[in-house]
């Protein structure tokens, strides 16, 4: 089946530093991929909504400038969390499209824990 | 907006049960439905998708129903065992897709 791999699966920056995670999908090619946040007994929130050689959709209340994504490569997208800080800190999963349909199946990668100290 | 909802939000059952998690969501306009499992401080697996045309999805122990019209889907898990602890979410696709809050299920030997 396909697969979406995230990395790193864990990561501990300074406060203030801006950290990259990354999401392929190895045996596809992603048209779309949405980046996904999750707090502790929560659930998933979507971000942001990424098609490969445009800018990225946000959702309300997200910070296009402090979580930056790119999707240069159909099979590549980038999260930077940018000038992070504590309250970044948090479990980032991304998931991966064959198309721009909703009928097409969306695929997650195992998250990426975020830890801002 | 679609709002998507699970009740239970915790189940705790003993080893063999059969049980039911229900989901309900606000807008019928779906392309299909999802349920997923998620393994603390884990990503997710697809357990079962069932599009907006069909009523319901199995495998293995495990079947999902949809009903579009009330806007409500259920996942029915059989001769419940520990390895089914985790938390089940369910998620719904309109343009976009959007979790449920989960049902966190523990079965004890």
């Known amino acids: 089946g396909a697969v979406v791999s995230q990395h790193p699966s864990r990561v501990i920056c300074k406060s203030g530093t801006s950290v990259k995670i990354e999401c392929r999908s190895l045996d596809f090619q992603a048209t779309t991929m949405f980046w996904y946040r999750q707090f502790p007994k929560q659930s998933l929130m979507l971000m942001a909504t990424?098609?490969?050689?445009?800018?990225?959709?946000?959702e309300q209340g997200v910070e296009k400038d402090k979580f930056l994504i790119n999707h240069a490569s159909l099979t590549l997208s980038t999260l930077t969390v940018t000038s992070a800080h504590p309250e970044d800190s948090s479990f980032y999963i991304c998931s991966a499209s064959t198309g721009t349909s909703s009928g097409n199946t969306i695929y997650f990668g195992e998250g990426s824990w975020l830890t801002v100290v | 907006k679609q709002e998507v909802t699970q009740i239970p939000a915790a189940l705790s059952v003993p080893e063999g049960e059969n049980l039911v998690l229900n989901c309900s969501f606000t807008d019928s306009a779906i392309y299909n439905l999802q349920w997923f499992r998620q393994d603390p401080g884990k990503g997710l697996t697809s357990l079962l998708l069932i599009q907006s045309s069909q009523r319901e999805q199995t495998s293995g122990r495990l079947n999902a129903s949809l009903d579009k019209s009330s806007g409500r889907s259920t996942l029915y898990i059989a001769a419940s065992q520990p390895g089914d602890s985790a938390t089940y979410l369910c998620?719904?696709?309109?343009?976009?897709?959007?979790f449920g809050t989960g049902t966190r299920l523990l079965v004890s030997p």
């Open positions: 998620a719904s696709r309109v343009q976009k897709l959007v």
């Open positions: 990424s098609n490969e050689g445009s800018k990225a959709t946000y």
